[in-house]
């Protein structure tokens, strides 16, 4: 699932309340979060103010979240 924030001419610029033009969700075949990742207005990764450009969302069997893994926008680990 994509959101992307459209200027007037119909085209991706950075929301500045949001601090991103595009926000990607992915999911898995249970429908849960995996990934949500933050793109600038040309699809590159950005960092939100929080300082990350993703988060990755790991569950067990019964479905509940064990992992949460925080990425820069080069795509390196930075806290879990």
């Known amino acids: 699932v994509e959101e992307r924030y459209l200027g007037a001419d119909n085209h991706p610029i950075v929301a500045a309340d949001k601090g991103y033009a595009i926000v990607k969700h992915s999911y898995n075949e249970d429908g849960q979060l995996t990934i949500i990742s933050y793109y600038d207005e040309s699809e590159t990764p950005i960092s939100t103010s929080q300082g990350y450009a993703s988060i990755q969302y790991s569950y067990d069997e019964a479905g509940d979240e064990t992992d949460r893994i ?9 806290w879990n």
């Open 70 to 78: 925080y990425r820069d926008e080069n795509g390196v680990e930075m």
